[in-house]
T-cell receptor
């Protein structure tokens, strides 16, 4: 069974630009969560989508947004990029049903802002 | 506000020794406590998880100990191997899955021969 796939793996952008990251969950998984990982702040939750609806949202500015498609694939968008947005962006998928379901992570997209 | 506090930040253990990583939490609504292992260039991989109705869970060389009254849980790696060298994260979520995972800051483990 294929794991969580994130594309692209690496991305370099400049301040003020916008970026879209993609995540394909494990087949059959309906929940997709996004996290930002930095050396200083660690892993921080961005948002979770389940059945195309945002179910939870972290404490990030509105420049960070996401969506989920009917096939459970998800995208996140960051607009007006800032230097502080440089991070590893991780996507995790789970079955998403009732109760705590194990989350499985992709290898992330490394975003660098110049 | 950091909801899950993890210690130590880094740990060096001799091959064959026991690695112990500790986490503490404040939110009594947490009811699921997973541990993740992350190698450089890779995403975190689920290692083992525990729910508060048990005090210990063992899978191979990895054991979680859970103390509900103290709101603490720990990961023990028995017979530590150089291949275990990685960063380990504890996490917690609550309300039967309706709240997202909150992660500790991570522990960088180095197992030396």
């Amino acid at each position: 069974k294929a794991g969580v796939t994130q594309t692209p793996r690496y991305l370099i952008k400049t301040r003020g630009q916008q970026v879209t990251l993609s995540c394909s969950p494990i087949s059959g998984h309906r929940s997709v969560s996004w996290y930002q990982q930095t050396p200083g702040q660690g892993l921080q939750f961005l948002f979770e989508y389940f059945s195309e609806t945002q179910r939870n949202k972290g404490n990030f500015p509105g420049r960070f947004s996401g969506r989920q498609f009917s096939n459970s694939r998800s995208e996140m968008n960051v607009s007006t990029l800032e230097l502080g947005d440089s991070a590893l962006y991780l996507c995790a998928s789970s079955l998403g049903g009732p109760g705590n379901q194990p989350q499985h992570f992709g290898d992330g997209t490394r975003l660098s802002i110049l | 506000q950091q909801q899950v506090k993890q210690s130590p930040q880094s740990l060096i253990v001799q091959k064959g020794g026991i690695s112990i990583i500790n986490c503490a939490y404040e939110n009594t609504a947490f009811d699921y406590f997973p541990w993740y292992q992350q190698f450089p260039g890779k995403g975190p991989a689920l290692l083992i998880a525990i729910r508060p109705d048990v005090s210990e869970k063992k899978e191979g060389r990895f054991t979680i100990s859970f103390n509900k009254s103290a709101k603490q849980f720990s990961l023990h790696i028995m017979d530590s191997q150089p291949g275990d060298s990685a960063t380990y994260f504890c996490a917690a979520s609550g309300n039967s899955g309706n709240t997202p995972l909150v992660f500790g800051k991570g522990t960088r483990l180095s197992v030396i021969a």
